[in-house]
């Protein structure tokens, strides 16, 4: 192995000093996220000697190559949830959780419900979709966001990082050739019990440690304030997030069905894609829980326009983090 010259280990240092610049500039001196991921990528930058010119272009690179996906998800994940909350569906789906699973184990729900969901979407789409159940079960019973979110997070997290078709799980059955039927049997053996602790249990022991603000303009887009009555069924509340899940795991499964290049394999896969799964997945919503419940046309227009306001510092932020990241 060679020898770690001094070079090295001054890029390492400056980036350990750029992490606790970041964290103390957002956490004690209150410095908007989004300017201070910009902040710290330059100073990185220059410390380590890269072209001025060629510094803001790394940092736009960044930010272009994360939002060019996590814009659209956001986008129409948010339109999704804002039809199940106005229609009520999102209300079904938390009423039948809390009485499947009762109050006291509302963890446990979000975590069955986040393995469930997770296994074929991606983290960022199994969350946008579970968004608007998360905050209306918050809403209902009244249990901190800490101690509902947390287990839904572990839950997209274990099937995202161990379980395929995930890229990082679907990479290591390939270079090991190991069984995918018993890489996924393993995978939910190890990761299952891995969710609960790092989902329920650490929520339990952590949620009382933490204090949220009342106000979040998220939640309360997201959330619907029906009475069950006037709820959709709870098929078609499901279907709603589970359409878009079922189009993700056809794609991933395309070559079972057909041979590649094949007609039906590009269909599927074209159908399965994050973006095309979801698109399908509001126009269903539109229709079935928006036109078919009494919306008209100019009110599914407007849900679908004022949903996107909030999410207009979450994406900045996420594309400053793609920023960052593309300088270190």
């Avoid at 990082?161 to 049997?185: E, K």
């Avoid at 599927?268 to 919503?285: K, P, Q, T, Y």
């Amino acid at each position: 192995m060679p020898p770690i010259d001094s070079h090295s280990y001054f890029l390492l240092g400056a980036t350990l000093i750029s992490v606790i610049g970041l964290i103390v500039l957002v956490a004690v001196v209150k410095l908007n996220p989004v300017i201070t991921l910009l902040l710290t990528a330059l100073a990185l930058a220059v410390a380590a000697g890269m072209p001025m010119t060629a510094v803001i272009h790394s940092f736009e690179a960044g930010v272009g190559g994360v939002l060019g996906h996590i814009a659209i998800v956001v986008a129409l994940g948010t339109m999704l949830g804002k039809m199940m909350a106005e229609s009520g569906a999102s209300d079904r789906i938390a009423f039948t959780l809390i009485r499947a699973y009762g109050e006291k184990n509302v963890p446990w729900a979000m975590l069955t419900i986040a393995l469930i969901v997770g296994l074929p979407a991606f983290f960022e789409v199994g969350f946008v979709l579970l968004a608007p159940v998360l905050f209306t079960v918050v809403r209902r019973t009244r249990v901190s966001l800490v101690l509902a979110g947390l287990p839904m997070v572990a839950g997209l997290s274990i099937t995202q990082g161990l379980v395929p078709p995930h890229p990082a799980a679907m990479l290591a059955v390939t270079l090991f050739h190991a069984d995918v039927g018993r890489t996924i049997l393993f995978a939910l053996l190890a990761g299952v019990p891995a969710a609960a602790i790092a989902g329920p249990l650490y929520a339990k022991l952590i949620a009382p440690r933490i204090t949220l603000t009342d106000e979040n303009p998220m939640a309360d887009q997201l959330t619907g304030r029906g009475e069950e009555r006037e709820m959709p069924g709870f098929g078609l509340s499901i279907l709603a997030i589970v359409l878009p899940v079922l189009l993700m795991l056809a794609g991933s499964f395309a070559d079972v069905f057909s041979a590649q290049g094949a007609r039906l394999n590009n269909t599927l896969r074209f159908l399965g894609n994050d973006d095309m799964a979801l698109l399908i997945g509001v126009l269903f919503s539109f229709v079935t829980l928006g036109v078919m419940r009494g919306f008209s046309r100019a009110t599914v227009l407007r849900f679908s326009t004022e949903c996107l306001a909030p999410t207009a510092a979450i994406t900045l932020l996420i594309g400053a983090g793609g920023g960052f990241g593309r300088v270190l």
